[in-house]
């Protein structure tokens, strides 16, 4: 079986390293204290997440606020959560508080609670019910839960106040740890830095990076064919050069290194035939990002990607940073030590066709 895993989560043995972040995570959800988990796209957040979370008995709710639209979203995927960890039966007594009762009903395929409130219905009301009902819970049951939240940065585009009103009845909760994910640290720390947003401190901060290079680089040649060669180390070292350690591309290029080597029996020039597979593969994906940015942004790309000087840059520097900040957003690039392209593949097809 291929030994890399990527574009799901990542667990068993397929996780890498991460032991400092998982004590850290194991050790901060022992008290009461919220955590804020901040790290670009792709970096592995879900994926410690979800290996702490396995090695803690809690009961555990999950929301991404990226799929969520509106405020009766949030409510009816709150309640959907509750629902999966405690069966109706036995809670049914708590709804005697609810000034809007939802409609539920019972998924013929899945045997799963299914949640809606009426459109009409007051949003205000809904939140409050639902999230008082956690609380409730939680006073009665012996084991805290924990709400996952990711993609907290679209707390501010649900709707115009909906970030007062959840820090408002977040605050006086009792014996539950939330955990919010974002992926775009400006404004992440902006909702929990800023001292005139609702939620100034409201939890711990955690900056999620890139896995060591020599933790990667032990992980990926001990899975690769004849893994105690010295091509195994040089195929890993390629492929390490390459992804600059980003974990998410790294396991995309190692699985593909994998299988030539395996069952196409290449060693010669594995990693770069296998980073042009990759290229043709995504060649219309990455035709399509071009096009969809206009010409500042396309001109900022172009000058990530070829390491231009600054002093060779004819724009103002004001249009500039604009530009890093749009492609920042919206997850074409990302900053670590520096800016750079989020995508190396994305990166090396810039350069090739441009």
Not at 134 to 147: A, E, G, M, Y
Not at 289 to 316: M, S, V
Request: glycine fraction near 4%; charged fraction near 20%.
């Amino acid at each position: 079986m291929n030994p890399f895993k990527f574009g799901t989560i990542v667990e068993g043995d397929f996780f890498t390293d991460r032991n400092t972040e998982l004590d850290q995570l194991k050790h901060k959800l022992d008290s009461e204290n919220h955590i804020v988990l901040i790290s670009p796209r792709r970096f592995g957040k879900s994926s410690l997440v979800f290996k702490t979370l396995s090695q803690i008995d809690r009961p555990q709710i999950f929301l991404d606020l990226q799929y969520i639209l509106s405020v009766n979203d949030f409510s009816t995927q709150l309640m959907r959560g509750i629902f999966k960890l405690y069966p109706y039966e036995k809670i049914k007594h708590l709804f005697s508080h609810f000034r809007i009762i939802p409609t539920l009903s019972t998924n013929a395929v899945s045997g799963a609670m299914e949640v809606s409130f009426h459109p009409s219905s007051d949003t205000d009301i809904m939140l409050e019910d639902s999230m008082s009902l956690l609380q409730k819970i939680c006073q009665q049951s012996d084991k805290r839960p924990i709400v996952v939240i990711d993609e907290f940065q679209e707390v501010t585009k649900i709707q115009r106040g909906f970030d007062k009103q959840l820090r408002s009845l977040m605050q006086v909760q009792k014996g539950l740890n939330y955990i919010f994910l974002g992926s775009q640290e400006s404004m992440m720390e902006e909702i929990f830095e800023k001292k005139k947003s609702p939620f100034y401190h409201f939890g711990q901060i955690m900056h999620l990076g890139k896995i060591p290079y020599d933790d990667f680089l032990t992980y990926i040649q001990s899975r690769l064919p004849n893994n105690n060669s010295d091509t195994s180390i040089h195929i890993a070292e390629e492929i390490l050069s390459f992804t600059q350690c980003h974990p998410y591309y790294t396991q995309q290029l190692a699985s593909q290194v994998w299988e030539m080597m395996e069952y196409n029996h290449i060693t010669d020039n594995v990693v770069s035939q296998a980073v042009e597979n990759l290229i043709r593969l995504h060649d219309l994906d990455f035709e399509r990002i071009w096009l969809n940015q206009n010409r500042t942004d396309r001109a900022t790309l172009k000058r990530l990607a070829t390491n231009t000087p600054a002093n060779h840059i004819q724009q103002p520097p004001s249009t500039i940073q604009s530009s890093l900040k749009r492609l920042l957003q919206n997850g074409y690039i990302i900053k670590t030590d520096a800016y750079s392209v989020e995508d190396p593949f994305f990166n090396r097809w810039i350069k090739a066709n441009v």
